[in-house]
């Protein structure tokens, strides 16, 4: 198993590190772990065009939404016939919300493995030591200090410190994860009109 994961690893090396070599600062590569995001977040993206029937669950969640009124008013109404008549189309509506998440869930099948392997070489590469430090106004913006108290941007509760245990002392900063967080996140939601799909907000 570890041979294999070795062998995974040293192929990302000769891919990767050619490329952190081009990057504009090789000791701090931030614009490795950008493209790294860009490439996950094309899989992922595509991964849903295609593994998806988007038509399928539009319509599924359209129902799903109606019967949910449906039942909201007969609630409200207390008509206890019309409860009982909704509670046997119950079911139907059950067997939607299931069928929902597993199509959501084939997706994930085609992109985890991929992305755990991708994310386990940089945790062991030098990237894994990569830090940004924001100016004041977008690390507060993006709620920097709450995710350093509770362990994510770096696992470290002092703000000013991305990895304790390697002994940044940065203003302002964030880690691997922090990093990779904010470049996918922005740059999904260009994937996602690149690709044809609807925006997520």
């Known amino acids: 198993m570890f041979d294999i994961l070795g062998s995974i690893f040293s192929s990302f090396d000769q891919i ?4 952190i070599a081009l990057d504009p600062n090789p000791k701090n590569p931030l614009l490795v772990i950008f493209l790294i995001a860009f490439l996950l977040s094309i899989l992922t993206n595509l991964a849903q065009k295609y593994l998806l029937d988007h038509e399928k669950m539009d319509d599924m969640r359209e129902k799903s939404a ?3 009124k449906k039942m909201n008013a007969v609630r409200k109404s207390g008509d206890a016939k019309a409860m009982n008549k909704l509670q046997a189309e119950q079911q139907e509506f059950m067997k939607d919300q299931s069928e929902i ?3 959501q869930f084939k997706p994930m099948l085609v992109t985890i493995v991929p992305f755990l392997l991708i994310w386990g070489w940089m945790r062991a590469s030098p990237l894994a030591h990569i830090y940004v430090s924001f100016p004041m106004f977008p690390y507060w913006a993006v709620l920097t200090p ?3 108290s509770i362990g994510i941007y770096g696992g470290a509760p002092d ?4 990895f304790s245990f390697i002994g940044y002392h940065l203003p302002n ?6 990093w990779y967080i904010l470049c996918n996140f922005a740059l999904s939601q ?3 009109k690149l690709v044809g799909l609807k925006s997520m907000f």
Not at 173 to 178: E, N, P, T, Y
């Open 101 to 103: 998440m597993m199509m």
């Open 66 to 68: 109606e019967f949910q």
């Open 16 to 19: 990767f590190n050619p490329i």
């Open 190 to 192: 260009v994937v996602r």
């Open 173 to 178: 900063a964030v880690g691997l994860l922090g």
């Open 146 to 148: 709450l995710w350093h």
């Open 159 to 162: 703000p000013n410190v991305v």
